[in-house]
Nanobody, 114 residues
């Protein structure tokens, strides 16, 4: 079955960095656009960053210049390097894969303290 398993979340001070990783199985990973979404308490889930099968990237305006998304098709992984973290980045971060179907990971908590 399809699995997207996130790792790398945690607690960090403002200004710090974290790296999230998502390992996919059960899908033709190199065909999928993969990305990261986040959901803060009381807010809707929003796109953070995504990378297409061809390597094109999109970022939310709020994270441009601070976050970098990358993929490794040989390992079926997509990573999100998050630098200069701010308290407003606190959320549950979800891995996402889209190609004719859409799949989600279970989420990983990122908490940024001020």
């Amino acid at each position: 079955q399809v699995q997207l398993v996130e790792s790398g979340g945690g607690l960090v001070q403002a200004g710090g960095s974290l790296r999230l990783s998502c390992a996919a199985s059960g899908i033709l990973f190199n065909k999928y656009t993969v990305g990261w979404y986040r959901q803060a308490p009381g807010k809707e889930r929003e796109l953070v960053a995504r990378i297409s099968s061809g390597g094109s990237t999109n970022y939310a305006d709020s994270v441009k210049g601070r976050f970098t998304i990358s993929r490794d098709n040989a390992k079926n992984t997509v990573d999100l390097q998050m630098n200069s973290l701010a308290p407003e980045d606190t959320a549950v971060y979800y891995c996402n894969a889209i190609w004719f179907s859409t799949y989600w990971g279970q989420g990983t908590q990122v908490t940024v303290s001020s």
